[in-house]
């Protein structure tokens, strides 16, 4: 049973525009979210996260959105650039005892065309 | 650079062989991590060191899997008897300090183990 969820295996962007990766969680014990990129032969990089505190958290071009009730967050990318084209990861993690480790979805690919 | 540092890269085993992966963690890093990554899905926890104290190593698959951090830093993850269901690639990731409000962890490259 996949607690993180990312049902899009890919998605297909033309430069510039948005991209939203979305990514769904089973866990109502988690409370703090992650989204990691991916290159081919390397290890995951922090991209940005948030707290269930917030519903919103922007770093430059990139957000991530926080919808608690349903269980669902996004990440929005604007605009998107041909470097952004990577596989993506969502991840959570719990407080208290359990906030060490994280729970992964198994990824969005995303291609940006030039 | 000052990242999570990982060898090797990649390893080739004949199944039933021992083999022993390291993880140089980001220095001062008081959190380290491992993971395993199958082809196609997500990392998958397997166990965390706070300091030299192995707090958790319930996502270990088998006792043929054993891990330590005697000194604090350095990490060694060990796989005996290797089978051909654990090729994936190993991932170890370092993380400040706990009672933080950030929960992010950084990634090593990773082991790619491939069992023949």
């Known amino acids: 049973d996949q607690q993180v969820k990312q049902n899009s295996p890919s998605l297909s962007v033309q430069e510039g525009r948005i991209s939203i990766l979305n990514c769904d969680y089973t866990?109502?014990?988690?409370?703090?979210f992650l989204w990691y990129k991916k290159y081919p032969a390397e290890g995951p990089t922090f991209l940005i996260s948030?707290?269930?505190?917030?519903d919103k958290n922007e770093d430059g071009r990139f957000t991530v959105f926080l919808n608690k009730s349903a269980k669902h967050l996004s990440l929005h990318i604007v605009p998107s650039q041909p470097g952004d084209s990577a596989v993506y990861f969502c991840?959570?993690?719990?407080?208290?005892?359990?906030?060490?480790?994280?729970?992964f979805g198994k990824g969005t690919l995303l291609t940006v065309n030039p | 650079g000052a990242g999570v540092s990982q060898s090797p890269r990649y390893k080739v085993a004949k199944r039933g062989q021992d083999v022993a992966l390291r993880c140089d963690p980001i220095?001062?890093?008081?959190?380290l991590f491992w993971y395993q990554q199958a082809l196609g899905q997500g990392p998958e926890f397997l166990t965390y060191?706070?300091?030299?104290?192995?707090?958790?190593k319930s996502g270990l698959p088998s006792d043929r899997f054993f891990a330590e951090r005697p000194e604090g830093s350095v990490s060694t993850l060990k796989i005996q008897r290797t089978q051909q269901e654990d090729s994936a690639v190993y991932l170890c990731?370092?993380?400040?300090?706990?009672?933080?409000?950030?929960?992010?962890?950084?990634f090593g490259p990773g082991t790619r183990l491939t069992v023949t």
């Open positions: 220095s001062g890093h008081v959190s």
């Open positions: 990731a370092s993380r400040h300090r706990t009672g933080t409000a950030s929960y992010e962890q950084y």
């Open positions: 948030i707290s269930s505190i917030k």
């Open positions: 060191f706070q300091n030299e104290a192995q707090l958790d």
């Open positions: 991840a959570a993690s719990g407080s208290g005892g359990s906030n060490y480790k994280l729970t």
């Open positions: 866990n109502s014990m988690f409370d703090y």
